[in-house]
């Protein structure tokens, strides 16, 4: 009976501080392309993740052979990623290879870069705080 109460109380713990992870912020962002707010879901930013990984770092890599820059979500700041996904000034995005992404696949990989930027965390502010 322990080892019951013990697996259920850490399955509370790990649900809790998902929760907790799951509303930090940002929980929106003004998308400067389409002039509308998206309000983060987990899908979209699940989705995001999955873009990232299959679609973006299949050339972004450390030690790729294309000579892309390396990148992860915080290599850039806020405001830089929404830059680079309006103004679509990247190698990438003019030699076509955004071209396969839909326009909402741009803007779940956008919200998911946006949240997870370099300058998201604030251990100064009580939203970030825990």
């Known amino acids: 009976m322990p080892r019951k109460t013990l697996a259920v109380s850490m399955a509370v713990v790990f649900f809790l501080a998902g929760v907790a992870v799951s509303f930090a912020s940002p929980r929106k962002r003004l998308d400067p392309g389409t002039n509308t ?5 987990f899908q979209n930013l699940q989705d995001g993740q999955k873009i990232f990984k299959t679609v973006c770092k299949s050339c972004h890599h450390q030690g790729n052979s294309l000579g892309a820059q390396f990148l992860h979500t915080e290599s850039k700041g806020m405001r830089a990623w929404n830059r680079l996904f ?3 000034y ?3 995005a003019k030699d076509g290879s955004w071209d396969a992404l839909s ?3 741009l803007l779940k990989l956008n919200d998911y870069l946006f949240r997870y ?3 998201t965390y ?4 009580a ?3 825990g």
Request: aromatic content about 4%.
């Open 37 to 41: 707010c998206r309000i983060f879901t």
């Open 86 to 88: 309006l103004e679509k």
């Open 90 to 92: 990247a190698k990438c």
């Open 103 to 105: 326009e909402d696949d």
């Open 117 to 119: 930027a370099s300058d």
């Open 122 to 125: 604030d251990p100064n502010d």
């Open 127 to 129: 939203a970030d705080c």
